[in-house]
Protein backbone atom coordinates (compact mmCIF):
# COMPACT_ATOMS: atom_id res chain seq x y z
CA UNK A 1 0.00 0.00 0.00
CA UNK A 2 1.04 3.29 -1.15
CA UNK A 3 1.35 5.53 1.82
CA UNK A 4 1.97 9.56 2.07
CA UNK A 5 3.57 11.06 5.43
CA UNK A 6 2.31 14.65 6.18
CA UNK A 7 5.09 15.96 8.10
CA UNK A 8 4.57 18.85 10.93
CA UNK A 9 7.97 19.78 11.38
CA UNK A 10 7.49 22.74 13.53
CA UNK A 11 6.04 20.25 15.96
CA UNK A 12 8.26 17.16 15.83
CA UNK A 13 11.35 18.37 14.50
CA UNK A 14 14.10 16.43 13.16
CA UNK A 15 12.87 13.63 15.21
CA UNK A 16 10.13 13.11 13.44
CA UNK A 17 12.12 12.06 10.65
CA UNK A 18 13.93 9.75 12.24
CA UNK A 19 13.27 6.97 10.09
CA UNK A 20 12.86 8.23 6.90
CA UNK A 21 15.22 6.12 5.57
CA UNK A 22 13.20 2.94 6.44
CA UNK A 23 10.73 3.90 3.93
CA UNK A 24 10.46 2.61 0.60
CA UNK A 25 9.44 4.07 -3.32
CA UNK A 26 6.35 3.48 -2.34
CA UNK A 27 5.99 5.96 0.15
CA UNK A 28 5.48 9.93 -0.20
CA UNK A 29 6.80 12.20 2.09
CA UNK A 30 5.59 16.05 2.70
CA UNK A 31 7.32 17.99 5.11
CA UNK A 32 5.59 21.33 6.28
CA UNK A 33 7.75 23.92 7.82
CA UNK A 34 8.25 27.65 8.47
CA UNK A 35 11.21 29.57 8.89
CA UNK A 36 10.57 29.78 12.67
CA UNK A 37 11.61 25.78 13.11
CA UNK A 38 14.60 24.33 13.35
CA UNK A 39 16.99 23.01 10.38
CA UNK A 40 15.86 19.87 8.58
CA UNK A 41 18.89 17.75 9.50
CA UNK A 42 20.01 16.98 5.57
CA UNK A 43 21.84 13.96 7.26
CA UNK A 44 18.63 12.46 8.16
CA UNK A 45 17.08 13.06 4.65
CA UNK A 46 20.23 11.77 2.88
CA UNK A 47 19.74 7.82 2.54
CA UNK A 48 16.18 8.92 1.86
CA UNK A 49 17.16 10.59 -1.11
CA UNK A 50 19.47 8.09 -2.19
CA UNK A 51 16.94 5.47 -2.27
CA UNK A 52 14.44 7.49 -4.67
CA UNK A 53 11.78 8.06 -1.52
CA UNK A 54 9.54 11.05 -2.59
CA UNK A 55 10.23 13.85 -0.95
CA UNK A 56 8.57 17.19 -1.09
CA UNK A 57 9.14 20.20 1.22
CA UNK A 58 6.53 23.16 1.79
CA UNK A 59 7.35 26.55 3.29
CA UNK A 60 4.52 27.72 5.00
CA UNK A 61 3.73 31.47 6.51
CA UNK A 62 4.52 32.31 9.98
CA UNK A 63 0.84 32.71 11.32
CA UNK A 64 -1.17 31.36 14.10
CA UNK A 65 -1.99 28.06 13.49
CA UNK A 66 -1.30 27.97 9.83
CA UNK A 67 0.72 25.53 9.52
CA UNK A 68 -1.89 23.14 10.30
CA UNK A 69 -3.95 24.44 8.25
CA UNK A 70 -1.69 23.75 5.24
CA UNK A 71 -1.36 20.57 5.67
CA UNK A 72 -5.00 19.25 6.73
CA UNK A 73 -5.79 22.10 3.57
CA UNK A 74 -3.31 19.57 1.58
CA UNK A 75 -4.64 16.14 3.17
CA UNK A 76 -8.24 17.19 2.11
CA UNK A 77 -5.92 17.85 -2.08
CA UNK A 78 -4.48 14.39 -1.29
CA UNK A 79 -7.92 12.57 -0.69
CA UNK A 80 -9.65 14.10 -3.59
CA UNK A 81 -7.05 13.41 -6.58
CA UNK A 82 -6.78 9.67 -5.15
CA UNK A 83 -10.28 8.90 -4.16
CA UNK A 84 -11.11 4.74 -4.59
CA UNK A 85 -7.00 4.15 -4.72
CA UNK A 86 -5.86 1.77 -1.50
CA UNK A 87 -3.49 4.73 -0.04
CA UNK A 88 -2.76 5.66 3.26
CA UNK A 89 -2.22 8.84 4.84
CA UNK A 90 -0.08 9.84 8.27
CA UNK A 91 0.32 12.79 9.91
CA UNK A 92 3.43 13.05 12.28
CA UNK A 93 2.74 15.57 14.81
CA UNK A 94 2.07 15.35 18.77
CA UNK A 95 -0.45 17.71 18.33
CA UNK A 96 -3.92 15.40 19.49
CA UNK A 97 -5.93 19.05 17.64
CA UNK A 98 -5.28 16.96 14.32
CA UNK A 99 -7.42 13.63 15.89
CA UNK A 100 -10.66 15.85 15.44
CA UNK A 101 -9.56 15.97 11.26
CA UNK A 102 -8.76 12.09 11.81
CA UNK A 103 -11.71 11.10 12.88
CA UNK A 104 -14.31 13.39 10.42
CA UNK A 105 -12.35 11.83 7.26
CA UNK A 106 -12.86 8.20 8.80
CA UNK A 107 -15.96 8.91 9.17
CA UNK A 108 -16.65 9.97 5.83
CA UNK A 109 -15.09 6.48 4.53
CA UNK A 110 -11.54 7.58 4.24
CA UNK A 111 -10.22 4.79 6.76
CA UNK A 112 -6.60 4.93 6.11
CA UNK A 113 -5.64 7.97 7.93
CA UNK A 114 -3.74 8.54 11.37
CA UNK A 115 -1.40 10.44 13.49
CA UNK A 116 1.87 9.37 14.64
CA UNK A 117 4.59 11.27 16.76
CA UNK A 118 7.37 10.17 14.38
CA UNK A 119 7.52 8.39 11.08
CA UNK A 120 7.08 4.69 11.55
CA UNK A 121 10.09 2.26 10.64
CA UNK A 122 9.17 0.36 7.40
CA UNK A 123 8.37 -3.41 6.98
CA UNK A 124 5.49 -3.16 9.94
CA UNK A 125 3.79 -6.18 9.28
CA UNK A 126 7.58 -8.24 9.59
CA UNK A 127 7.80 -6.16 12.79
CA UNK A 128 4.93 -7.31 14.31
CA UNK A 129 5.65 -11.01 13.89
CA UNK A 130 9.04 -10.99 15.48
CA UNK A 131 8.27 -8.07 18.85
CA UNK A 132 4.88 -9.29 19.65
CA UNK A 133 6.74 -11.14 22.54
CA UNK A 134 9.54 -8.19 23.24
CA UNK A 135 6.83 -5.62 23.47
CA UNK A 136 4.87 -7.63 25.88
CA UNK A 137 8.42 -8.01 27.93
CA UNK A 138 8.38 -4.40 27.79
CA UNK A 139 5.30 -3.39 28.73
CA UNK A 140 5.62 -5.66 31.67
CA UNK A 141 9.42 -3.85 32.25
CA UNK A 142 7.77 -0.76 32.18
CA UNK A 143 4.86 -1.48 34.38
CA UNK A 144 6.94 -3.19 36.98
CA UNK A 145 9.41 0.03 37.16
CA UNK A 146 6.12 2.13 37.54
CA UNK A 147 4.43 0.07 40.38
CA UNK A 148 7.68 0.09 41.73
CA UNK A 149 8.67 3.37 41.95
CA UNK A 150 5.12 4.38 43.55
CA UNK A 151 4.80 1.59 46.53
CA UNK A 152 4.61 4.10 49.28
CA UNK A 153 2.09 5.94 51.29
CA UNK A 154 1.60 9.66 49.15
CA UNK A 155 1.63 12.38 51.40
CA UNK A 156 -0.42 15.82 50.36
CA UNK A 157 3.12 17.10 48.98
CA UNK A 158 4.05 13.85 47.27
CA UNK A 159 0.76 14.22 45.76
CA UNK A 160 1.43 17.84 44.68
CA UNK A 161 4.26 17.17 43.44
CA UNK A 162 3.02 14.23 41.08
CA UNK A 163 -0.05 16.35 40.16
CA UNK A 164 2.45 19.18 38.82
CA UNK A 165 4.89 16.80 37.15
CA UNK A 166 2.07 15.06 35.55
CA UNK A 167 0.51 18.56 34.21
CA UNK A 168 3.70 20.14 32.89
CA UNK A 169 4.42 16.52 31.07
CA UNK A 170 0.81 16.33 29.42
CA UNK A 171 0.83 20.22 28.12
CA UNK A 172 4.45 19.55 26.63
CA UNK A 173 2.36 16.79 24.76
CA UNK A 174 -0.58 19.15 23.67
CA UNK A 175 -3.05 18.32 25.88
CA UNK A 176 -5.49 21.07 27.04
CA UNK A 177 -5.40 22.52 30.05
CA UNK A 178 -8.28 20.98 30.89
CA UNK A 179 -7.71 17.55 29.33
CA UNK A 180 -4.81 17.43 31.84
CA UNK A 181 -6.52 18.19 34.51
CA UNK A 182 -8.73 15.80 33.67
CA UNK A 183 -6.10 12.95 33.65
CA UNK A 184 -4.35 14.57 36.56
CA UNK A 185 -7.24 14.16 38.77
CA UNK A 186 -7.41 10.30 38.24
CA UNK A 187 -3.78 9.84 38.24
CA UNK A 188 -3.59 11.58 41.40
CA UNK A 189 -6.67 9.33 42.73
CA UNK A 190 -5.05 5.74 42.35
CA UNK A 191 -1.92 6.73 43.64
CA UNK A 192 -1.85 4.98 46.57
CA UNK A 193 -4.18 1.75 45.05
CA UNK A 194 -2.18 -1.39 45.22
CA UNK A 195 -3.65 -1.70 41.70
CA UNK A 196 -2.98 1.94 40.80
CA UNK A 197 -2.07 1.42 36.77
CA UNK A 198 -5.84 -0.66 36.21
CA UNK A 199 -7.83 2.23 38.35
CA UNK A 200 -6.32 5.04 36.05
CA UNK A 201 -6.92 2.54 32.89
CA UNK A 202 -10.19 1.70 33.85
CA UNK A 203 -11.36 5.72 34.34
CA UNK A 204 -9.67 6.71 31.34
CA UNK A 205 -10.96 4.48 29.16
CA UNK A 206 -14.49 5.69 30.82
CA UNK A 207 -13.44 9.81 30.48
CA UNK A 208 -11.58 9.68 26.55
CA UNK A 209 -12.33 7.76 23.35
CA UNK A 210 -8.68 7.81 22.77
CA UNK A 211 -8.14 6.12 25.67
CA UNK A 212 -5.22 3.30 25.21
CA UNK A 213 -3.53 7.05 23.42
CA UNK A 214 -3.84 8.56 26.60
CA UNK A 215 -2.98 5.48 29.04
CA UNK A 216 0.59 5.47 27.13
CA UNK A 217 1.18 8.79 27.59
CA UNK A 218 0.49 8.56 31.34
CA UNK A 219 2.60 5.78 31.95
CA UNK A 220 5.14 7.21 30.11
CA UNK A 221 5.05 10.36 32.21
CA UNK A 222 4.84 8.13 35.55
CA UNK A 223 7.84 6.24 34.16
CA UNK A 224 9.88 9.46 34.06
CA UNK A 225 8.08 10.67 37.72
CA UNK A 226 9.68 7.58 38.81
CA UNK A 227 13.18 7.85 37.55
CA UNK A 228 13.48 11.64 38.93
CA UNK A 229 12.36 10.37 42.53
CA UNK A 230 14.21 7.14 42.07
CA UNK A 231 17.51 10.14 40.81
CA UNK A 232 16.35 12.71 43.18
CA UNK A 233 16.81 9.89 46.24
CA UNK A 234 20.15 8.75 45.17
CA UNK A 235 21.32 12.10 45.15
CA UNK A 236 19.95 12.95 48.78
CA UNK A 237 21.68 9.75 50.48
CA UNK A 238 25.02 10.53 48.65
CA UNK A 239 24.80 13.96 50.19
CA UNK A 240 23.72 12.57 53.06
CA UNK A 241 26.41 10.37 53.29
CA UNK A 242 29.13 12.99 52.17
CA UNK A 243 28.01 15.29 55.07
CA UNK A 244 28.07 12.45 57.52
CA UNK A 245 32.04 12.33 56.41
CA UNK A 246 33.13 15.73 56.14
CA UNK A 247 30.63 17.85 58.33
CA UNK A 248 31.11 16.99 61.70
CA UNK A 249 31.15 19.96 63.66
CA UNK A 250 28.19 21.35 65.41
CA UNK A 251 27.45 24.64 63.64
CA UNK A 252 27.21 22.26 60.37
CA UNK A 253 25.11 19.38 62.29
CA UNK A 254 22.47 22.32 63.92
CA UNK A 255 21.72 22.51 60.59
CA UNK A 256 22.19 19.52 59.05
CA UNK A 257 18.61 19.47 57.17
CA UNK A 258 19.25 22.45 55.81
CA UNK A 259 22.62 22.16 54.08
CA UNK A 260 21.08 18.36 52.55
CA UNK A 261 18.07 19.93 51.17
CA UNK A 262 20.03 23.03 49.60
CA UNK A 263 22.89 20.85 48.00
CA UNK A 264 20.46 18.18 46.79
CA UNK A 265 18.46 20.49 45.01
CA UNK A 266 20.41 22.87 42.97
CA UNK A 267 21.20 22.83 40.11
CA UNK A 268 24.11 25.19 39.63
CA UNK A 269 26.88 25.51 41.76
CA UNK A 270 25.89 29.57 41.76
CA UNK A 271 22.80 28.45 44.06
CA UNK A 272 24.72 26.49 46.61
CA UNK A 273 26.31 29.72 47.28
CA UNK A 274 23.72 31.78 47.25
CA UNK A 275 21.83 29.62 49.26
CA UNK A 276 25.00 28.41 51.85
CA UNK A 277 25.33 32.70 52.91
CA UNK A 278 21.79 32.75 53.62
CA UNK A 279 22.15 30.23 56.39
CA UNK A 280 25.01 31.64 57.48
CA UNK A 281 26.05 35.10 56.26
CA UNK A 282 29.62 34.60 56.58
CA UNK A 283 31.29 34.83 53.62
CA UNK A 284 34.42 32.56 54.40
CA UNK A 285 33.16 30.02 56.08
CA UNK A 286 30.65 29.58 52.88
CA UNK A 287 33.77 29.41 50.49
CA UNK A 288 35.41 26.71 52.98
CA UNK A 289 31.96 24.55 52.44
CA UNK A 290 32.28 25.13 48.98
CA UNK A 291 35.64 23.97 48.70
CA UNK A 292 34.98 21.03 50.96
CA UNK A 293 32.11 20.90 48.90
CA UNK A 294 33.62 20.10 45.24
CA UNK A 295 33.75 16.61 44.61
CA UNK A 296 29.53 17.10 45.27
CA UNK A 297 28.84 20.18 43.08
CA UNK A 298 31.34 19.59 40.21
CA UNK A 299 28.60 18.45 37.93
CA UNK A 300 26.68 21.26 38.20
CA UNK A 301 26.81 23.64 35.89
CA UNK A 302 28.60 27.56 37.18
CA UNK A 303 31.07 28.67 38.49
Known sequence: MESFYLIDFENVHNEGLENIDTLTKTDHVRIFYTENASKISLDILDNAFTKGIDIVTHKIPVRKQSLDMHLVSYLGYLLGIHKGKPYSYVIISKDKDYDNIIKFWQEKDFKNISRKQKIPS????????TTVSATAASIQTINGKINAGMAYEFSGDDRSELNLYMQHALINLNYTKNAANRICKYVVAHCNDERMLSGIHNDLKR??????????????????FVSSKSKVAKRESQVRSFFGQHFKKKIYVDKK?????????????QQVNNELLKLYSDSNRVKEMIKTLQPLIKELPGK
Do not use: C, H, M, P
Not at 207 to 224: P, Q
Not at 257 to 263: G, N
Open 257 to 269: EKIIKIISGATTR
Open 207 to 224: EFEDSSEVYKDVKTILEG
Open 122 to 129: GNIANQKK
